[in-house]
């Protein structure tokens, strides 16, 4: 059984920076995908980051620049560095992966099916 369990996340102010771990077990975790979602209150989630099993990545337009994902596979952790953070970047973030052996990264939430349990990301103005 895939397990997600993420660390990291809390209070910051804006322009701060934090990192958010998430910690795979329960398969060969470097054959997979890796991705970061969020959801703020009253909205949906939406795509942050992902990193694809040979590490190329790709980010969501308002985070680009900022955030950076990466991936220990000897550790079997997928960690969202966070910097010049913003009070739109606050939400729940969540670690997720697919299923299914994918090539690349992955943007869609649909195409994911293991889910952490998620971190709340505060950013004070």
């Known amino acids: 059984q895939v397990q997600l369990v993420q660390s990291g996340g809390g209070l910051v102010q804006a322009g701060g920076s934090l990192r958010l771990s998430c910690a795979a077990s329960?398969?060969?975790?470097?054959?997979?995908?890796m991705g970061w979602f969020r959801q703020a209150p009253g909205k949906e989630r939406e795509f942050v980051a992902s990193?694809?099993?040979?590490?190329?990545?790709g980010y969501a337009d308002s985070v680009k620049g900022r955030f950076t994902i990466s991936r220990d596979n000897a550790k079997n952790m997928v960690y969202l560095q966070m910097n010049s953070l913003k009070p739109e970047d606050a939400a729940i973030y969540y670690c997720?992966?697919?299923?299914?052996?994918?090539?690349?990264?992955?943007?869609?939430?649909?195409?994911?099916?293991?889910w952490g349990q998620g971190t709340q990301v505060t950013v004070s103005s």
């Open positions: 329960g398969r060969t975790f470097s054959n997979y995908a």
């Open positions: 997720t992966t697919p299923a299914r052996y994918r090539t690349g990264w992955l943007r869609s939430q649909y195409e994911y099916d293991y």
């Open positions: 990193i694809s099993w040979l590490h190329s990545t």
